[in-house]
């Protein structure tokens, strides 16, 4: 294949995640802001109420993905007050997390470029602190939001006004409607979610303990138990930052080993956007909880 034919089939993966699940009217907008550029594709939208938190997955050649995570950035700005948000997933910001994937016809490099360019525009054009993760990180052991979202949104005032808590990309000033970005370069990763039978938070936080790389558990895998208010049940909410070195299934089974020690079954599982086909590692959606499966969450579909 010539540079040329590469080039033109480059794609990039843009994964916001913004701190708003509940106001539909929101979320549309948010939706239209990615749709209408021309060569990105909003392939999903995933809101949830209770983690207050909505993730798109946009698909296209790096320009486009690129102006289609600047015109999201705009909206979110202008739409998101984070001094009236509250939610059970852990947030810095409004756009609180903006990665992006190498996919096709891109290396990790170009995604590291494409990171810093869209972090440097939107500090600019927004006034807002900016830090990066990840691949595109500029300092050591920001290998994850999780490293620099300590503190959250309401320690990121006193954050912002020590030396050791300077931003970046953007000035070190607080602001109360929009907090901070957190923009990153990695690999594809597969977020997954388990609900247990019952509201019961604490075995839910065993549970992911039990699962989780930093407690002694799988390797790749993040994981927290919240419960879900509105639906009155627990959840195991998870990261699998390497589904090759951790797929789904075996996330899944350890799940559920771990609940059924505590007398409790599992209800039912969810992705969080996309998850690519040898993620599965050869086993059925169906049997890991995903009864709703379809080809459209599937990654090779847009590519």
């Known amino acids: ?40 594709t909003l392939a999903n939208v995933h809101a949830d109420a209770d983690h207050h938190r909505s993730v ?15 015109a999201l950035a705009a909206r979110v700005v202008e739409i998101v007050d984070m001094r009236r948000h509250r939610g059970v997933h852990p947030r810095l910001g409004a756009l609180d997390v903006l990665p992006f994937v190498p996919l096709v016809g891109v290396g990790m490099a170009e995604a590291v470029a494409l990171a810093r360019r869209v972090g440097r525009a939107i500090a600019l054009r927004r006034a807002l602190p900016v830090w990066y993760y990840g691949a595109a990180a500029t300092r050591p052991g920001r290998p994850t939001p999780r490293e620099l979202r300590r503190g959250e949104y309401e320690g990121l005032a006193a954050r912002l006004a020590t030396p050791d808590g300077a931003p970046d990309d953007g000035p070190a000033r607080f602001d109360p409607r929009s907090g901070a970005v957190l923009v990153g370069a990695r690999d594809v990763l597969v977020a997954f979610n388990v609900w247990l039978d019952g509201g019961d938070v604490t075995i839910a936080r065993d549970v992911a303990r039990q699962v989780r790389e930093s407690s002694g558990g799988l390797p790749a895998v993040q994981a927290m138990g919240v419960l879900l208010p509105s639906r009155g049940v627990a959840q195991i909410a998870l990261n699998l930052l390497d589904y090759r070195r951790t797929p789904i299934p075996l996330a899944f089974d350890r799940v559920v080993e771990a609940a059924r020690r505590h007398g409790v079954g599992v209800r039912r599982a969810e992705l969080v956007g996309l998850a690519p086909r040898a993620a599965f590692a050869g086993r059925s959606p169906a049997s890991l909880g995903l009864a709703d499966f379809g080809p459209l969450l599937e990654l090779e579909t847009y590519l």
């Open 56 to 70: 798109f997955t946009i698909l296209g050649a790096p320009d486009a993905v690129e102006a289609a995570a600047l």
């Open 1 to 40: 294949m010539s540079a040329g034919a590469q080039r033109a089939r480059a794609v990039v993966e843009c994964v916001p995640n913004v701190s708003e699940g509940r106001d539909r009217a929101a979320l549309e907008a948010f939706a239209a802001a990615i749709a209408g550029v021309a060569g990105a």
